[in-house]
């Protein structure tokens, strides 16, 4: 049975006992959301009927910009070239065969264009050949493979990616 006398101290003591636990497990939310937590990890939730608690933010999505890369070789003279371009595959391919002739090619020819992906050149003695992936190691084994069909020889002359591009 209580103390009468100790009935009131009591009752304040478990009061404030309350507004502790209370006001400490709110202090990491915003007002109008409640802590929700686990072992190890914790999270804010809306008050159910709270109309005047903070809005949900959507993110933002990521934009991506594709890229070309084109291939342009003279193989006679020896001149490879390659272009990047995020505008068209026609655009990366006049940007490779210009840059190409700067370089001293009289027959230069696209030999590869891709698209948010990888191109290999493999030589050997007499023979070229080109691969193309999405990934650097794919497109350079393809076009050993494909030299390797005609020239025992072969090894990777080039190689090179455009992929995409994270613009926010």
């Not at 070239?81 to 190409?100: L, N, P, Q, V």
């Not at 455009?162 to 926010?168: D, F, G, I, Q, V």
Request: glycine share 12%; charged share 15%.
């Amino acid at each position: 049975m209580l103390n009468k006398h100790r009935t009131p101290q009591i009752v304040a003591f478990l009061s404030l006992c309350s507004t502790i636990t209370s006001t400490q497990a709110q202090g990491f939310c915003p007002p109008g959301q409640y802590p929700v937590a686990g072992q190890g990890w914790h999270y804010c939730a809306g008050v159910p009927g709270n109309t005047d608690g903070p809005k949900s933010v959507p993110h933002a999505q990521a934009r991506w910009i594709n890229t070309w890369l084109s291939f342009a070789v003279d193989d006679k003279k020896g001149v490879l070239s390659a272009a990047i371009s995020s505008e068209s595959g026609k655009a990366a391919e006049a940007m490779a065969f210009t840059d190409c002739e700067k370089k001293g090619g009289t027959a230069c020819e696209a030999s590869g264009t891709i698209l948010n992906g990888c191109l290999a050149m493999a030589t050997g003695s007499g023979y070229l050949a080109i691969g193309a992936s999405g990934t650097k190691e794919d497109a350079e084994s393809e076009a050993i493979r494909k030299c390797n069909g005609g020239d025992a020889q072969c090894h990777i002359y080039h190689s090179e990616c455009a992929l995409p591009e994270r613009t926010s």
